[in-house]
């Protein structure tokens, strides 16, 4: 079992930067891929971003590369996504996400056993 509590979220204008995190526990932590998803008002949940146990492998959806980073710290049980260059279209409530047992990172919420509550990042125009 993974228990995941999101944090950081807020209000930022456009261009702005936002750095959430996600704390996990639970002691399969270090051995589960780990994913951020959102979803904003009347649409479905989509992939932003993916990484696997060890960080060798990351994933980004086309609509944040170059702009958004995954990391992850298993000593401290946590995962990050770092937000730059935000937009308004970037809107949504943030969710960190966590697959059941050692296996890679994917790009699909299916995939993903464990889910936080959510943190809420609104930028401005």
């Known amino acids: 079992q993974v228990q995941l509590v999101e944090s950081g979220g807020g209000l930022v204008q456009a261009g702005g930067s936002l750095r959430l995190s996600c704390a996990a526990s639970?002691?399969?932590?270090?051995?589960?891929?780990m994913g951020w998803f959102r979803q904003a008002p009347g649409k479905e949940r989509e992939f932003v971003a993916s990484?696997?146990?060890?960080?060798?492998?990351?994933y980004y959806a086309d609509f944040v590369k170059g702009r958004f980073t995954i990391s992850r710290d298993n000593a401290k049980n946590t995962v990050n996504l770092q937000m730059s260059s935000l937009k308004p279209e970037d809107t949504a409530v943030y969710y960190c996400?966590?697959?059941?047992?050692?296996?890679?990172?994917?790009?699909?919420?299916?995939?993903?056993?464990?889910w936080g509550q959510g943190t809420q990042v609104t930028v401005s125009s």
């Open positions: 996400a966590a697959r059941a047992g050692l296996l890679t990172a994917t790009t699909s919420r299916d995939d993903y056993a464990y």
């Open positions: 639970g002691r399969t932590f270090s051995r589960s891929a």
């Open positions: 990484i696997n146990w060890s960080s060798a492998r990351t």
